[in-house]
């Protein structure tokens, strides 16, 4: 399922993209989501956790994200997530790209995922998905501007 938004987000074009490349700081700004630690040697991949709720229904993953591209012209970033649920009821992976670009509120964010779900969060469909991605990205958004506003 491809899930598609976009956000803006009130700060300059270049501090958001170079945040979105510093996984330590950017998972504080990711609701649900703790960062456990790097995974394996090279650096590109991180351990963590996310909590997603849709409806009454509430689903915990673990797994990993991994940066496939940082292209600092284009202002985009390329990044593969996998997790299982923490119960042992579903998973989920994603490829999502995140483009930044100029707007006038300072940067506008678009999010294009490539989701593919299994186990209890499955039985909603993309409409249900849409709104979710859709909240928690504009969550994400201003907790960015936020947090590059108290860095300034």
Not at 24 to 52: F, I, K, Y
Not at 97 to 103: C, E, P, S
Not at 135 to 151: K, Y
Request: glycine share 12%; proline share 5%.
């Amino acid at each position: 399922m491809r899930i598609g938004n976009s956000v803006p987000v009130t700060a300059p074009p270049e501090a958001v993209f170079a945040l979105l490349n510093d996984v330590r700081r950017v998972a504080s700004c990711m609701p649900g989501c703790v960062l456990d630690g790097p995974e394996g040697q090279d650096g590109d991949a991180w351990r963590g956790r996310v909590t997603v709720r849709v409806g009454p229904v509430a689903a915990a993953y673990g797994g990993t994200v991994r940066f496939l591209e940082s292209d600092a012209g284009q202002r985009r970033l390329r990044l593969q997530a996998r997790g299982a649920d923490a119960h042992g009821r579903g998973n989920a992976e994603a490829e999502v790209v995140l483009t930044v670009t100029d707007d006038p509120a300072g940067t506008r964010l678009d999010v294009t995922t490539d989701l593919v779900i299994s186990g209890k969060l499955a039985q909603f469909g993309k409409g249900a998905l849409d709104a979710v991605s859709q909240r928690l990205l504009q969550r994400f958004a201003a907790n960015l501007g936020g947090l590059l506003e108290e860095e300034r």
